[in-house]
């Protein structure tokens, strides 16, 4: 099953413009991640966060965690064309060893 | 550097038929190793994972088994293909003290 859902679906926006996604989990983790996969290939990881961490930047990517409300969101700033991708969160389960459980994603599309 | 391989890319198979897919990791020993299906548009199912040579562990009932006969190889199999078989493929390692995970580059299924 579905540990996380983002939110939402689908976002289309402009370039410059910032795209925000947000996943919600249900049960209790040790780390929260978001991967990015383009059309037909396999996913990159972008940024891991800790369940005692609320927020981590890395580069364009600003990702927040709230465990009270078991949320996340991606921020990806001064968006691309080439951020044209869909973005999944995956969570790692307390007790889960290094299993993940990844969400349903987000297609983002940047349009020139 | 470490590099995931997978094989066939793409692969067109008849209902019935048996399946052999491949992944070997290169540059590390002792990988977590992973297969995950996604179907179109959806998140990634988790089927098989392996924390050592001979050591599988299933996640969901179905027609497909996983073996590792060597410590960086990771074997997916059908003795006969369903039509609900297809999808896309995905292999993925960690490295044993870590949560990241890094994909290959998927195989496309098609069962007609």
């Known amino acids: ?112 | 550097s470490q590099t995931i391989h997978q094989w066939p890319a793409t692969l067109v198979q008849p209902v019935g038929s048996p399946l052999s897919l491949e992944c070997t990791v290169e540059g590390t020993s002792n990988p977590n190793l992973y297969w995950y299906r996604q179907a179109a548009g959806r998140g990634l199912q988790l089927l098989f994972y392996s924390v050592g040579i001979g050591q599988i562990s299933s996640e969901v009932p179905q027609n497909l088994s996983a073996s590792r006969p060597q410590d960086r190889q990771f074997i997916l199999s059908s003795k006969k293909l369903l039509l609900s078989d297809s999808g896309f493929y995905l292999c993925a390692w960690s490295p044993d003290s870590q949560e990241t995970q890094y994909f290959g580059p998927g195989t496309r299924l098609l069962v007609l």
Not at chain 1, 30 to 56: A, D, M
Request: hydrophobic letters at 30%.
């Open chain 1, 1 to 112: 099953s579905q540990q996380g859902e983002e939110d939402p679906q689908a976002l289309s926006i402009q370039e410059g413009e910032n795209a925000t996604m947000n996943c919600s989990y249900k049960t209790s983790i040790n780390n929260l991640q978001w991967y990015r996969q383009n059309s037909g290939r396999g996913l990159v990881h972008l940024i891991l966060i800790r369940s005692n961490e609320r927020e981590k930047h890395s580069g364009r990517l600003r990702v927040t965690l709230d465990t009270s409300k078991k949320s996340s969101s991606l921020l990806i700033t001064a968006s691309r064309a080439a951020d044209t991708a869909s973005y999944f969160c995956a969570t790692g389960l307390e007790g889960g060893g290094n299993k993940l459980t990844f969400g349903t994603g987000t297609q983002l599309k940047v349009e020139l």
